[in-house]
């Protein structure tokens, strides 16, 4: 009797980049789960980042609030803007919130999003 077993392997599910004030452990997490995930190298600017992750087609997760500001950083023309409002910002805090949001929102539902994401859940915003 023969049994044929197929795998499958799946690409990375999303591209992510990390902002340089996010857990450095947050980069690797991600990127066990499968994630193309790069992060930002300290003392980039704003602009710079924006533009990497549109140029990218990333998805940003940043702990920034100035991301935030939909009209300096319009989450229309991104892959989706995730800012981190967690107080204090400890990794396990992190990676639970960002687990609930992986879980429940699709990568297609982070375009064009800014999304807030606390330690009791997240807002996306147009």
């Known amino acids: 009797m023969v049994i044929n077993i197929f795998v499958f392997h799946r690409g990375p599910k999303m591209r992510i980049l990390i902002d ?20 930002i190298p300290s003392g980039t600017k704003n602009g710079e980042v ?7 087609s990333r ?3 940043t702990r ?3 991301f935030s500001n939909r009209f300096l950083y319009p989450p229309s023309q991104s892959a989706g803007i995730v800012v981190l409002r967690i107080h204090p910002p400890k990794l396990e805090n992190l990676i639970s919130a960002l687990t609930q949001l992986l879980d429940e929102v699709s990568e297609s539902d982070f ?16």
């Open 20 to 39: 340089e004030d996010v857990h450095v452990k947050v980069l690797s997490w991600l990127k066990e789960k499968g994630h193309d995930t790069i992060r």
């Open 50 to 56: 924006i533009k990497l992750a549109k140029r990218e």
């Open 59 to 61: 998805i940003l997760i």
């Open 64 to 66: 920034d609030a100035d």
């Open 111 to 126: 375009h064009g999003k800014l999304i807030m994401l606390e330690e009791e859940g997240y807002h996306l915003l147009t």
